[in-house]
C-alpha cells in the first residue's frame, strides 16, 4: 500500500506549502489602489466651475463663522450674501397660503384639531384636503418618478391657461427646482466632448459647470447689450457655424427668458426667429422660463411652448423642453427645491430615457412637489386667502422692482459704468 499511498501524501504535502506560501505571493504581486487626490478624482468635477458657490462664497461664510464667535475686530457686523437668488435669506416673507397648506398636508391631524380653524384660513383647509385625497400615501413617501399625477394635471392645466394650447400632464416632470432638470437634460444630450450645448453670455453658471461636468462643450453665443441684450440669430448662426466648423456636434440651445444675469425679456418676434433657428438646425430648444413671473417691464412674458405651438405649420421639427422653478419668481421657496419641466416633440424613446434618468433619484421631494403644485394653482378671486395673496404678491414683486430701479440708477451714477433697465427677473 505504502507505494499507492505515496502519490497522495505528495500532493497533501504541496497543499499545505502553498497555503503558506500563497497569501505571501499574493501581497507581493497586488497593486495598492491609489488613494483618492485633487488628481486621481474624476478631472471633470475639477474643471466644473460654479462661482455662485466658489472661493468668494467660501471666504463669506468663514466671516460668518468668526462673527458667531464674537470676533469684533472685523470692520463689518454682518454678511448679506448675494451671490445667488436666495430671496428668503434676505428676509422676504413667504406667501402665508403656501405655508399654511404645506404645514396641513404634512401634519394631517391638525385638520382636525379644534384650534385649526382659527389658526388656519378655510381655503387652505380645503385645499390640504384636497392635496391628500390626490396624495393617498401622504407627503412622507415615495412618488411616482416623473411626479405626483395629481399635481402634474395642475401644471397641464396651468400652460393650457397660459399660452392657449393643450398640455399633456405625461409630458411634465415634477423635479427638484429647475438645476436637476436641466442636468437630466444635459446628461442626456451629451454623450462625448464632441458634443456642444449652445449658452447665452453673459450666463447663468449653472449651464457651464453642467456642460463641463458631463464632458460636453459649451458654444458661446453673445447677447447684443446696446439691443436691450436681445439675441441674434445671425450671431446664434455664426456661432453654430464656427463651431460645427471645429468638428463640434451642436446639440442644444439654452435660452433664459426673462434673463439671467441680463435681466431683459425677450420680444416675441425675436422668439419667433430663435424658433425658426432651432427648426433649421434641429438643435434642441431648451427654455430656461424660471422668472417669467417678475415683469417689471411693458414688454410681457410669453412662453416659448407658446411660440413653438403658434409656429407648429411653419416650424414641425423642434423639439423643446421648458423649465419653471419655486425658487425665482415671488415664491423665492429656493430650500423647497421644487419645479418642473415640460417637454414637447421629443421622441418618445427619448422621453422613456429621459423618465429612466429621473427613476434612478427615485422622485422628487414632496415638499417641493406641493409647493409647485400651489406655484401653478394659487388661491382665485372669491376664495378667503385670495386678497391676502395678492397683497403679498405685489408687495414683492414691487419691492423688487423698486430695487433693481434703484441699483440700476446707482451703477449709471458710477464712473465708466453703463447699465440697462431691467425689465424682469432679477
Known amino acids: 500500500t505504502g507505494p499507492l499511498l505515496a502519490p497522495i501524501i505528495d500532493i497533501i504535502q504541496a497543499g499545505r506549502m502553498l497555503r503558506r506560501i500563497l497569501p505571501q505571493s499574493l501581497r507581493f504581486f497586488s497593486t495598492k489602489v491609489e488613494p483618492l487626490t485633487i488628481k486621481s478624482i474624476n478631472q471633470k468635477v475639477v474643471n466644473a466651475e460654479y462661482a455662485v458657490r466658489g472661493e468668494i462664497v467660501i471666504r463669506a461664510e468663514n466671516y460668518k463663522k468668526e462673527l458667531a464667535q464674537g470676533n469684533v475686530k472685523l470692520p463689518f457686523e454682518e454678511v448679506v450674501s448675494c451671490n445667488i437668488g436666495n430671496p428668503q435669506e434676505l428676509r422676504q416673507h413667504p406667501i402665508t397660503f403656501f405655508r399654511q397648506v404645506l404645514a396641513l398636508v404634512t401634519y394631517p391631524e391638525l385638520l382636525d384639531a379644534k384650534q385649526t380653524s382659527s389658526l388656519f384660513k378655510s381655503d387652505a383647509i380645503e385645499t390640504a384636503r384636497d392635496y391628500l385625497k390626490g396624495i393617498p400615501a401622504g407627503s412622507g413617501a415615495y412618488s411616482h ?55 447665452p453670455i453673459p450666463q447663468y453658471p449653472l449651464y457651464s459647470a453642467s456642460i463641463a461636468l458631463h464632458g460636453g462643450k459649451q458654444v458661446n453665443y453673445y447677447l447684443d447689450e446696446s439691443k436691450r441684450w436681445s439675441t441674434s440669430v445671425e450671431d446664434l448662426q455664426r456661432s453654430f457655424d464656427k463651431a460645427t466648423a471645429e468638428g463640434t456636434v451642436v446639440r442644444g440651445l439654452v435660452v433664459i427668458n426673462p434673463g439671467n444675469p441680463t435681466g431683459q425679456c425677450l420680444e ?155 425689465e424682469g427677473a432679477l
Open 268 to 422: 416675441e418676434e425675436n422668439m419667433r426667429d430663435i424658433v425658426r433657428f432651432c427648426n433649421d438646425t434641429g438643435v434642441i430648444l431648451m427654455a430656461d422660463e424660471v422668472y417669467q413671473t417678475n415683469i417689471y417691464s411693458t414688454t410681457p412674458f410669453t412662453s416659448f411652448k407658446k411660440v413653438v405651438m403658434d409656429m407648429e405649420s411653419e416650424c414641425k421639427d423642434v423639439s423643446l423642453v421648458s423649465f419653471h422653478s419655486v425658487s425665482k419668481g415671488f415664491l423665492g421657496e429656493c430650500g423647497r427645491r421644487g419645479g418642473y419641466m415640460e417637454t414637447h416633440n421629443l421622441d418618445p424613446e427619448v422621453q422613456m430615457q429621459l423618465y429612466k434618468l429621473a427613476s434612478v433619484t427615485l422622485c422628487s421631494n414632496i415638499d417641493g412637489q406641493i409647493m409647485t403644485g400651489m406655484m401653478v394653482d394659487p388661491p382665485k378671486e372669491g376664495d378667503e386667502s385670495y386678497e391676502d395673496y395678492i397683497n403679498e404678491r405685489e408687495t414683492i414683486l414691487g419691492s423688487l422692482k423698486l430695487r433693481s430701479e434703484r441699483l440700476v440708477d446707482s451703477l449709471n451714477k458710477m464712473s465708466g459704468v453703463k447699465c440697462n433697465t431691467v
Open 145 to 199: 418618478s416623473m411626479g405626483i399625477p395629481y399635481i402634474r394635471e395642475k401644471v397641464a392645466r396651468f400652460i393650457e391657461e397660459r399660452d392657449g394650447h393643450p398640455s399633456n400632464p405625461d409630458n411634465i416632470f415634477l423635479t427638484d427646482g429647475a438645476s436637476s432638470a436641466v442636468q437630466m437634460c444635459l446628461q442626456l444630450s451629451i454623450r462625448g466632448s464632441q458634443d456642444g450645448i449652445m449658452v
